[in-house]
């Protein structure tokens, strides 16, 4: 571990991988022939000497006169004090230049352009990303908007970005805002930071969420300029320290769709201060408190729903509409005796028969993940129950009711129904059309969950979408799929009409519902992140297929192709030959499509008009798809209208997904998608 951090402090300092290792080798050894050094390090000496000789120019790396030389190494102490010389004279040359390098900066003239193009730029590690803060919060002029963890303002602070914002010459006039979560066993944590921020001279304001909501990934939003987002996992539960990851961007309309999002959190928080308030006197809000005992909380939760008179809206997991299923009986009563009932939950396929059965008595809409499960019963009593994330989610238990949150503060239950009605109205209607029925169907699943007639239109809907032919082909492991991913090598086209085409990505499938007032379509999105040993090299893509009418019948019409890679753009004219976006094959610069993949998040963007079939188009979106659950390992053979035949092997997950459309401030849940997270395409001709 100790030889790991030397090694990572060494290449901190500008030393290549191969010379820190001989400099850690001669400083411990001593004196060393270099056939030993090569010997010891199991490399040539063609590649050792060119090492040494780098090493030796930094003055750090000394050899005899003997013949064969012996070469040792300055002592560690004393090369670390070489190189903080080096670069303090070097920040020293810079400062002193500085007036000159300025001059001739400024004496530089490019033509502007009318617009500042949208930007995109992933940066790594934590000491670039807060300074990159820095630079926003130096630049701030009106208002700074956060989303953050108590773990993000304690490196906010380690970082002195607190201190910038005091010795901004605006302060005064800027605002500076941040969202968190606050469980009570955080408040000390909290009430110590709070302490350390200089007071005097500018705003500074906290809230955290009324409901106890999970807030969005953390981000940081300035003016309507910028914006970066985290999209590593945030948790404040990850024990073991990762480097962070960002994504920056200057898209206005990215920028604004999510100023829209914190404007709609910030107006339903409470300040800070008051909820610390309220946890350390433990004078709870009217009505208002938590009720610590799981088994009376479970009592009070269902004799509240057996009272109901007029309406039940819920949001629960997707474990807990199957619990809702189960216990049918009382949905039943309800819808017998005129009682409404509203139930958001996660569509996925281990739930979509609850789902179908359910709506014959009330009404279910999708949702995206929710770690929290609200029921609001007749606009008086609100009950708040914690769920566990859907890989650690077990059948109802009384554990489930311990801490239940509940309310009948008329004020405070009318603000959270207004929130649910909201998501509500965001939501989808599940189908039974879903993503795993039209893109990889199997006969076990068609024929258990749908009739006669549904059967021959899923078959219909295949064959009008992408496919003529798809089957499964023999066993195939995880290792397998990843082992071929590893050993690849790019193979460049020569002659397109014969040679064989393969891609080496990433990809994302979604179904995206969309409110009406969208004026857009439902559409299934296919994005593929392929990597520089596809064929055609690097390269993102997306295939659009919006829900149409077509002369046999409603099905998912392939109608555009979106990708940023000019040497592939024919092969994709020839492959979607016969199809409708066979016309609709553009090319896009690099900045104007965007797909990012961390761990099993798929993030895509595109900052362009994309034209449909007339008279639909898609304005700049984006699509975040999330895998979750077990990883799944498919093989299978697809032979597509133009006669092209597709062998495919991946690697994926069942994912949640969400769709932000900036232009009409919307940010919504598709119904489900899947993310594949290590794939291979292999393209035969036609």
């Known amino acids: 571990m100790g030889q790991e951090k030397i090694l990572k402090t060494l290449l901190s300092l500008g030393l290549a991988q191969l ?36 090493l030796q120019g930094k003055g750090i790396v000394n050899a005899t006169l ?3 030389a012996r070469f040792s190494a300055i002592p560690f102490e004393k090369m670390l004090d070489l190189f903080v010389k080096a670069k303090i004279e070097e920040a020293q040359r810079i400062q002193q230049n500085k007036d000159e390098i300025l001059s001739d900066w400024h004496s530089i003239a490019i033509e502007e352009t009318d617009e500042t193009p949208a930007r995109f730029t992933v940066i790594k590690g934590r000491n670039y990303i807060y300074s990159k803060i820095r630079q926003m919060i130096q630049e701030t002029k009106n208002q700074l908007s956060t989303v953050t963890t108590i773990k993000g303002l304690a490196r906010a602070d380690q970082f002195g970005l607190f201190e910038t914002a005091h010795d901004h010459p605006l302060k005064s006039k800027i605002k500076l805002r941040f969202l968190t979560e606050l469980p009570e066993q955080n408040v000390n944590a909290m009430k110590a930071l709070l302490k350390r921020i200089p007071k005097g001279g500018f705003k500074f304001e906290g809230r955290t969420p009324d ?89 009070k939760y269902h004799e509240a729903m057996r009272s109901a008179k007029q309406e039940i809206i819920m949001i629960t997991s997707s474990k807990g509409l199957v619990a809702c299923w189960e216990g049918i009986h009382p949905v039943r009563e309800w819808a017998e005796r005129g009682v409404s009932v509203r139930i958001l939950a996660p569509i996925i396929s281990e739930n979509m028969e609850a789902a179908q059965q359910l709506l014959k008595f009330c009404e279910v809409r999708h949702v995206a993940i929710c770690y929290l499960g609200t029921t609001i019963i007749d606009g008086k009593h609100l009950f708040q129950l914690k769920t566990p994330p859907p890989d650690q989610e077990k059948p109802e238990t009384t554990a489930h009711f311990e801490n239940t949150f509940y309310s009948n503060d008329l004020e405070y239950v009318e603000k959270a129904e207004r929130m649910l009605n909201d998501i509500w109205k965001n939501s989808s209607v599940p189908s039974v059309i879903t993503l795993e029925s039209v893109v990889r169907p199997t006969k076990a699943t068609v024929d258990s969950l749908f009739n006669g007639t549904m059967r021959r239109t899923l078959k219909k809907i295949q064959r009008l979408t992408l496919l003529e032919e798809e089957k499964p082909l023999g066993q195939l492991t995880e290792k397998d799929v990843l082992n071929k991913i590893i050993n690849a090598k790019r193979c460049p086209v020569k002659n397109l009409s014969k040679d064989i085409i393969t891609h080496y990505c990433s990809t994302g ?9 969208l004026n857009i379509p439902n559409m299934l999105f296919h994005i593929l992140r392929m990597d520089k040993n596809s064929s055609f090299g690097a390269e993102d893509a997306i295939i659009i297929m919006p829900w149409l009418e077509t002369p046999k019948g409603y099905a998912y019409v392939p109608a555009a192709f979106v990708g940023d890679n000019p040497e592939s753009i024919d092969f994709w004219k020839m492959f979607f030959a016969g199809l409708p976006n066979e016309q609709n094959v553009q090319l896009v610069k690099k900045d104007e499509l965007q797909i990012r993949i961390h761990g099993n998040t798929l993030f895509a963007c595109w900052t362009v008009q994309i034209p449909l079939i007339p008279p639909y188009s898609l304005p700049p979106s984006c699509i975040l798809i999330g895998g979750y659950g077990d990883v799944k390992t498919l093989n299978w053979r697809a032979v597509n209208p133009s006669g092209h035949k597709t062998i495919a092997a991946y690697n994926g997950f069942e994912a949640f997904v969400t769709f932000l459309h900036p232009s009409a401030k919307y940010s919504g849940p598709g119904t489900d998608g899947f993310f594949g997270r290590d794939v291979i395409l292999t393209v035969y001709p036609s």
């Open 66 to 68: 003997e013949h064969p």
């Open 509 to 517: 499938q979604a179904i995206i519902r969309s409110p009406d007032y």
């Open 211 to 299: 409901l106890g909501l999970r807030l969005l990934t953390q981000m940081v939003i300035r003016d309507e300029e910028e914006a970066i987002f985290f999209i590593n996992p945030g948790s404040d539960n990850v024990t073991v320290e990762r480097d962070d990851v960002c994504l920056w961007t200057n898209c206005k309309s990215i920028v604004n769709a999510f100023i829209c999002v914190f404007e709609d959190f910030w107006r339903n928080s409470t300040d800070i201060e008051k909820k610390i308030a309220e946890i350390e006197t433990g004078k709870p809000i009217p009505r208002t408190y938590v009720i610590s005992d799981a088994e009376t909380a479970r009592k």
């Open 19 to 54: 010379d820190a290792e001989v400099y850690i080798f001669l400083a411990k050894r001593g004196p060393t022939k270099a056939r030993d050094v090569a010997r010891a390090l199991k490399i040539s000496k063609q590649r050792l000497y060119p090492s040494i000789k780098n």
